[in-house]
């Protein structure tokens, strides 16, 4: 018999889904899903001393050194440091030292998930790092529970831990009351609800848990394989989340639906085509820059390895209906090794929401082996400036009115056309009350040259700037009224950026350059959440009712020079274009199209 549970279809031979859960728990297991890492900075010693460590932040003793804890401590008023804490993943190596038949490890791991029960009573709703932590919390002490059986060799809980399981029907009453909806909290609160229903025989966890792994799997991950964060960092996350979800229930002797497969292989797609030439994730969202993790036998590996193994995607660009362009000259070759390839990725689509930023017609972009357009990262959440800029429009690369509030608009990618040499996207939306904003998209290769044409009006007298976010390696200096140039000492490429005087001459102080500037914050990158960066940005400026900026963004060599004359050919305006001896034509069409002409 089959049964249909929120989508996901499980094998059963009883009659009824709770007996079929009941029956499942009993003969499976719940394999404890570790400690995410957050364990690995503190040994076994530091957990015994009740010393914390997470980050950059000094170890921090946060008990009496037998396990009575200071559950309130937060001594660098850090959000995310004051969640781990609660979460207990930090005691992981304690709890492993148990597993191997450490008494000791076990007496001193057991005392302190005992001191948060005991000073932590149901409901903990009111603590936000507590609630916030619960669903990793709760793995933990499936962990331990598991680690308290192995150290002991029994098969039952003794009397003496019973707390313990009445803790876990605490924290899964708390997940079957406060579900974190379809991302990937609500998912990973599912998988540790099931955990519970799986360890402890109960079929109404396992129930719940099941209804709502499947109402989530297709929302995470849509018909086409992106994900709902809007972030591709947790692109990365979610397909090891719904992997981690995908052999729980196997584990406990439920088959998972197909959909899970399919919608994992299609994310993988995904990644793929978010992965640099450089093998990093395109900085995109609530994203860290990191390098793309290898999943073998997945298109995931021919980005990641950099095309050494795999095999590569089909397609040379992809666009994704939630909102991602992400394109690339090609996927390496006998004559181009994947490295030296260009590559893009450009936003739009719906409303900002969870990990997504306002950076809606925003463009990062690599080429000759390095970053030349960056986003500007991840701030975490412990300082509200810093998350209003990182998040904001000023933090991206497209035309911003400062001045004017962001009404965090949907995007519609109105045109595109992909051809061997150039490809063009064409975006609109009102990203401020009264403004009406157009942005079109040019990406050349052969030369490789990105060129946008920003086009805005508003009601009202507005600042208009179009803004281009550098590497944190070089620097960029103004070159006269049309021009800034990025470079590094001893590397032999410059990014030249060019503002062209298409409909009017450039007025005076119209190309400008921010670095590490506090006070409105610009010119910065945070590859991490707890690393801040100077970074070149590069603001091409107007001011009135309306504004056309027209930019060329040109990474070329050190010594290559760059030289354009423009003409009209009938009602198109016409750039002859040479950089370090290649020659490329592209003109704008009355109708606004830019298009490649030779």
Known sequence: MTVGVGGLIVSVPAATANAASTAAAANGHYACPGYSTIDDAVPLSAVMNDTFIWSKFKPTKVGDGKGNINWKANPYKNPS????????????QGITAASNGDKAALTHVTA????????????????????????????????LRQAILTNLKVTKLPTQYAWLDTALVNHARFMTAYWGGPGNHGTDESIALFGVGCTLNRSDYLKTAQNRLGTAITTAIDAQGATNEQATGYAQFNYSLWGRAAKAMQDCGVTPS???????????TFIAHATTPSGMMQQIGDTEYVKTGNVPGTPIEYAATQGKSGKAPADRVKIYSAGYVFGRSGWGSATTPFASESAYSIRFGPKRALHGHSDHTSITYQARGRD???DTGYAGYSNAAWRAWIVGPMAHNEMTTPKLA??????KLTRSSVRSTADFYELTDAPAAGVSRTRAVLILRKPDVVVTLDR??????????????LPSDQRATVSGRTAAVATKAGENTRTVLIQLPYKGALPAGSTLVKTGQTNPIQGWHFPHITTRKAASTVIFARAGKSAT?????????????VTYKTRMSGTTYVVDLTVDGVKATFGITGGGSLVRMS
């Open 81 to 92: 440091w004051y969640m781990w804490l609660h979460s207990l993943r930090w005691i992981g």
């Open 112 to 143: 302190i998930a005992r001191d948060w029960v005991k000073d932590n009573p149901y409901s903990w709703k009111a603590n936000a790092g507590a609630h916030e932590a619960t669903m990793h919390r709760t793995n933990v002490l499936l962990c």
């Open 258 to 268: 197909a959909t899970i497969s399919t919608r994992r292989a299609l994310l993988a």
């Open 372 to 374: 030349i357009l960056g």
């Open 406 to 411: 962001d009404t965090n608009p949907a995007t």
């Open 456 to 469: 805005a009006t508003a009601k009202t007298s507005q600042q208009f700037q179009t803004l281009w976010h």
């Open 549 to 561: 900026i027209l930019s060329l963004i040109i990474p070329v060599r050190a010594n290559g020079k």
